[in-house]
């Protein structure tokens, strides 16, 4: 079975500063993916961020890195330079094999708040 | 042009009803899945299809059945509504290649509400 936790129900950041959202898994398959979403107010999900289990280096995306520490099994979402716009739920996810299909198990979120 | 999209995004009803979902993806992807956010935010996956093989969480009622006319397209249908069954329900699509991110693009949600 997979797990996903993410301890932080919500957090903090003054805008133009970076913030890191903490994301620990659970796996016993060899090889997984480690995904981030955004949740806006509006309720849409929005792809972030990708990690694989065998990328030798962490995935980047403009603002967005995830701070992949395989060993301690964490991927961690650091944001820089935060905008007022990067308010919103943050959830990680990591997939699992299905018979033809790659289903998401989700964390329960982190609620982002950025102060101006 | 709207990548993923359902219809209704709000569907109010009584329970004891029955009513659809429906969600098209215009992205041509193989597989199709519906996840439900609780009122806590919780997304759970439901239902995966990939044309070929349709996966059913187990702890899925089997009130709900997904319907998939062609590949472009996953219907939710949900029989004698529950209470229970207020939730947002997300549509979402992915590629499944060999190798890959298989990233799932989600549609904008359908907010059900049962009284």
């Known amino acids: 079975a997979q797990k996903i936790t993410q301890t932080q129900p919500g957090m903090f950041v003054q805008e133009k500063e970076a913030v890191t959202l903490d994301c620990t898994y659970d796996?016993?398959?060899?090889?997984?993916?480690l995904f981030w979403y955004k949740q806006p107010s509006s309720g849409e999900m929005i792809f972030l961020i990708y990690?694989?289990?065998?990328?030798?280096q962490n995935a980047t995306e403009g603002r967005y890195s995830l701070n992949f520490q395989k060993a301690r099994k964490s991927a961690n979402l650091v944001i820089s330079a935060s905008q007022l716009g990067d308010s919103a739920m943050y959830f990680c996810?990591?997939?699992?094999?299905?018979?033809?299909?790659?289903?998401?198990?989700f964390g329960k979120g982190t609620k982002l708040s950025v102060i101006p | 042009d709207t990548a993923v999209s359902q219809t209704p995004k709000y569907l109010v009803t009584q329970m004891g009803n029955d009513k659809s979902i429906k969600c098209e993806q215009n992205?041509?992807?193989?597989?199709m899945y519906w996840y439900k956010q609780d009122s806590k935010k919780f997304l759970k996956i439901m239902f995966s299809?990939?044309?070929?093989?349709?996966?059913i969480n187990e702890t899925v009622p089997n009130r709900f059945s997904p319907k998939s006319p062609d590949k472009a397209h996953l219907n939710l249908h949900i029989n004698s509504l529950e209470l229970g069954d207020s939730a947002v329900y997300f549509c979402?699509?992915?590629?499944?290649?060999?190798?890959?991110?298989?990233?799932?693009?989600f549609g904008p949600g359908t907010r059900l509400t049962v009284t």
């Open positions: 996810a990591t997939r699992r094999p299905g018979a033809g299909s790659y289903q998401l198990t």
């Open positions: 796996t016993s398959d060899p090889s997984y993916g």
């Open positions: 990690q694989g289990s065998y990328d030798q």
């Open positions: 992205l041509g992807h193989d597989t």
């Open positions: 299809y990939n044309n070929k093989e349709l996966i």
């Open positions: 979402a699509s992915s590629q499944d290649f060999l190798r890959g991110p298989h990233e799932q693009y």
